[in-house]
């Protein structure tokens, strides 16, 4: 029972927009990227590929983090599209700041973009009855 076996570090962090959340799992690899299953690459359309690439291009721009050492799995479940676009740059943002410890990666996401590491806690306000919308009435005439 003397042998240890060796513990593997594993980041778990979560990351949410409207009604989208999104899980990330980061640990050692060789620099994939995997949404839903699917590799980063091959993740359509463009706007979203990019907007979730962003947090993985400002790591890069660092002299001190390797992103080509680790492996990022996300799920994400519910909203649309952008939505679950802008939950996953969340997730992977505050996982890569767990998995480094860097303060300075963590000033450099909140100078770009502060949603990065805070997630965006705006939710789409109900429609009430007798009304269209949410604020919308119907209007009074009394001509």
Same mark, same amino acid.
């Given at each position: 029972?003397?042998?240890?076996?060796?513990?593997?570090?594993? +980041?778990?962090?979560? @990351?949410?927009?409207?009604? =989208?959340? #999104?899980?990330? %799992?980061?640990?050692?690899?060789?620099?994939?990227?995997?949404?839903?299953?699917?590799?980063?690459?091959?993740?359509?359309?463009?706007?979203?590929?990019?907007?979730?690439?962003?947090?993985?291009?400002?790591?890069?721009?660092?002299?001190?983090?390797?992103?080509?050492?680790?492996?990022?799995?996300?799920? +994400?479940?519910?909203? @649309?599209?952008?939505?679950? =676009?802008? #939950?996953?740059? %969340?997730?992977?943002?505050?996982?890569?700041?767990?998995?480094?410890?860097?303060?300075?990666?963590?000033?450099?996401?909140?100078?770009?973009?502060?949603?990065?590491?805070?997630?965006?806690?705006?939710?789409?306000?109900?429609?009430?009855?007798?009304?269209?919308?949410?604020?919308?009435?119907?209007?009074?005439?009394?001509?």
């Amino acid at each position: 029972m003397g042998t240890k076996a060796k513990v593997k570090k594993i +980041v778990n962090q979560v @990351g949410k927009r409207k009604t =989208a959340i #999104a899980r990330v %799992t980061i640990k050692e690899g060789k620099g994939l990227v995997r949404i839903n299953k699917k590799p980063l690459e091959i993740i359509e359309p463009e706007v979203v590929r990019a907007k979730i690439a962003e947090p993985l291009f400002i790591a890069s721009q660092l002299p001190d983090v390797d992103i080509d050492s680790i492996d990022a799995e996300v799920n +994400v479940r519910g909203g @649309g599209f952008m939505g679950q =676009a802008e #939950a996953a740059r %969340t997730a992977i943002a505050r996982g890569l700041v767990d998995w480094t410890g860097d303060e300075e990666l963590k000033q450099s996401y909140l100078r770009y973009d502060r949603s990065l590491l805070v997630s965006d806690m705006r939710k789409k306000e109900p429609k009430k009855f007798g009304a269209k919308g949410a604020r919308a009435k119907r209007q009074k005439s009394y001509r």
